[in-house]
């Protein structure tokens, strides 16, 4: 697949300082100066946080091998009436469902130090004697590996999806009709999925974790500090089959460590599926509090978008 990661996103928040904290919580780095961003241990700097009145997501980075995905991109994106910039090392577009801009330039692939599963016991499996569990042996921070993926809401959920796909050239993992379509532009299940909202609206961003002990050390960490971070987990999604925790940062955006997401490398060895009802919100783990669906600050983020500049 000539598109192959997500590369960088910009996100937009009132209260700059504060959020950047609560990322280096969640166990980002802080770049270099003069740079601003966060990294990730795999993907280097994976954020930026920019002043907006609004919390919304600014910029999508999308990683591309080469000028001809390049070609391609502008090419397709203009035969569905998009306006387009065209760089040497890029493309840039705004999604008018998301209001996001989608930058998709060239950028190196991922090359993560492989990190295999541990040995978990099982009835007739003794993988692991004589050993306490790795996972509480585990005493660091919780480092993010990279960006997995985002999910927005749209004033026009088709639209987007339209742009998404025949525009920039994602591809549909799953479907939960009326609702998302979870796309993909990598071999993860998934790494954008719009919503039909009310407001173009960020409903999280997901870091990649090794394992499920890394989500709960991490999520557990975050809440020994402030326990008002927490929203929903633990837990194992459906659709995509990640563990999840998700947390909240200071601006109202949720935040998820995942782990164990599908891995689809072989197009044609995938069947999307379309999903109902809860199973197209999680397998198993507690119920999803209604401010997961409904973020609490929805209806002030629509007075806000409505109000005269
Ligand atoms: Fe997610």
Known sequence: MPLHRLTQIV????????????????????AAPPDLGLATVDGG????IVHSPRRRLVQLGIGADDPDDLDRVEGSLRAIDVPVTRTATGVRAVDPGTEVTVHVEI????????????????????????QRAPGILRDGPVRPRRLGHVVLGSTDQELSQKFFTDGIGF???????????????????????????????????????????????????MLEKDPGRHVWGLGRH???????????DPAGNFSEYYSDLDCIVDDALWEPGVWEGARGLY???????????????????????????
């Open 107 to 130: 950028a190196g692939r991922y090359a993560p130090q492989p990190t295999p599963a541990p040995a978990y016991n099982a009835p007739g499996v003794d993988a692991r004697t004589g």
């Open 238 to 248: 459906h659709v995509g089959s990640n563990f999840f925790w998700y947390l909240k």
């Open 171 to 221: 591809k549909v993992s799953d479907r939960v009709p009326g609702l998302a379509a979870f796309m993909r532009c990598s071999t993860d299940h998934h790494n954008v999925l719009i919503q039909q909202a009310p407001i173009a609206l960020l409903h999280h961003t997901a870091w990649q974790v090794d394992d499920v002990d890394e989500v709960g050390r991490g999520a557990t960490a």
């Open 11 to 30: 996100m937009g928040v009132p209260n700059v300082e504060q959020t950047a904290a609560y990322y280096t919580d969640f166990g980002l780095s802080p």
């Open 45 to 48: 700097e994976q954020l930026r």
């Open 283 to 309: 397998n198993w783990g507690p119920p999803p509090p209604p401010s997961f669906l409904a973020p609490e600050d929805l209806a002030a983020l629509m007075t806000a978008a409505h109000k005269p500049a």
